[in-house]
């Protein structure tokens, strides 16, 4: 009799992920994967590599490994792990044509914005920018026979406003083009885009799927196959972007509490913004978990089982207020990123600079795994020194 509750394809994404799909190494039989750090392997006599192994900048046996995790974790048809969030991001929309059209959203990482605007279009690539939560906007930007791929972040850096993922994948779908998601922030844990009729989805995998701040890395994960996928594994086989060895089995030691870490993340997140919200020294707080928030109908439909953990508060003595609150923070770190186990702040404008649609008096939270109390206590005593 077979016990299907044994197999990894009948387990749940708890599951999956906490024995990084269950796989144990047949050589030592050892239940955490070796690292491989060799960058070339053994050919048979008969000059075939049965192994599958050849040589270290196409793929590794320990990248591998981390790959059918995520594919795992997002239902796709296969993953593929690069050196950085940008460099998945980017190798997206290099294996486009010049000539070729995106729309991408107003409100995303600010780093990609300022790619697209300024090194993309060098490429040839034709780049427009709207309101991702209006999906006319975005009807309204699709050229017809010209645009290729629609970028969409959500919820998006900053601000976080909520893109419907079913409905933007109509449109693109309905142009010919192409649905990439950055799910960054989601996580697969609350959001699976290919699901949604995404055909891609992006991870900054530096940020939750890592989860502890010590590891730079990125992911692309596809519904099907087919010439764009095939170009960006063509990419990033020729110009070496693959993660390194050491780097992915950080990565696949990360992943293995991502459900814990997100539950407990988002959990805090909605208790923060909450409790932020009636704060006398807050003017706003930016939240898909909060009913006041404009896409939370969408957010409800779209995330499962939490909101995330990122939300920003608006500081009501505005942007001076602002940096001495994050000033006067301890238990929070000021610092950029996001997705660790420990909680960061950073007054976002400062960083993005020029041009940001983020508003000067806004902080960004980062959530991490502490005690919600000490997290509270700690904000509510900086916001209100720095107001007083
Ligand atoms: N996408 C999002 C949503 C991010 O927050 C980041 C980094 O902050 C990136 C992409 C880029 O990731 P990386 O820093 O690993 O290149």
Redesign the pocket.
């Known amino acids: 009799m077979t016990d299907d509750t044994a197999t990894p394809r009948r387990w749940s994404p708890r599951t999956l992920a906490a024995q990084a799909l269950g796989h144990i190494d047949e050589a030592s039989r050892a239940v955490v994967p070796p690292i491989h750090l060799a960058t070339t392997y053994l050919r048979d006599p008969d000059n075939r590599y049965r192994s599958g192994n050849v040589y270290g900048r196409p793929d590794n046996p320990t990248v591998r490994e981390a790959e059918a995790v995520i594919a795992a974790l997002e239902g796709a048809s296969e993953a593929l792990v690069l050196g950085?969030?940008?460099?998945a991001?980017t190798a997206v929309f290099l294996a486009l044509s010049p000539g070729d059209h995106v729309v991408a959203p107003k409100v995303m990482?600010w780093?990609?914005r300022n790619w697209l605007m300024t090194e993309a279009t060098r490429w040839g690539l034709a780049v427009d920018l709207v309101d991702m939560a209006d999906l006319g906007a975005l009807r309204a930007a699709i050229r017809p026979g010209a645009t290729t791929l629609v970028w969409v972040?959500t919820p998006a850096?900053p601000l976080w406003p909520v893109t419907d993922i079913a409905a933007a994948a109509e449109i693109a779908h309905a142009a010919g083009a192409a649905l990439a998601v950055?799910s960054?922030?989601a996580t697969p844990m609350l959001t699976r885009p290919l699901e949604h009729g995404a055909d891609i989805v992006m991870h900054?995998?530096?940020?939750y799927l890592a989860g502890h701040s010590d590891v730079?890395?990125?992911a692309l994960a596809t519904r099907s196959h087919g010439p764009l996928w095939d170009r960006v594994k063509k990419n990033r086989s020729a110009l070496g972007q693959i993660l390194g060895p050491l780097e992915a089995f950080l990565l696949i030691r990360g992943m293995r509490t991502l459900p814990l870490r997100v539950a407990a993340a988002s959990a805090s997140a909605m208790a923060l913004a909450e409790r932020f919200s009636a704060h006398p020294a807050v003017a706003e707080v930016l939240y898909p978990g909060l009913a006041s928030h404009p896409q939370h109908a969408v957010a409800r439909r779209q995330m499962a089982g939490g909101f995330g953990g990122m939300l920003s508060i608006r500081v009501k003595g505005g942007e001076r207020a602002a940096i001495g609150t994050a000033a006067r923070v301890g238990l929070w770190k000021r610092a950029?990123?996001?997705g660790g186990v420990e909680s960061l702040i950073e007054h976002r404008a400062s960083i993005e600079g020029e041009g940001t649609p983020c508003p000067p008096d806004l902080l960004r939270l980062s959530t991490g795994i502490e005690d919600p109390e000490d997290l509270f206590a700690d904000l509510d005593r900086a916001l209100r020194a720095a107001n007083g």
């Open positions: 950085s969030g940008m460099s991001a990482y780093s990609l972040e850096n950055d960054t922030c900054a995998a530096t940020k730079v890395a990125g950029t990123s996001l």
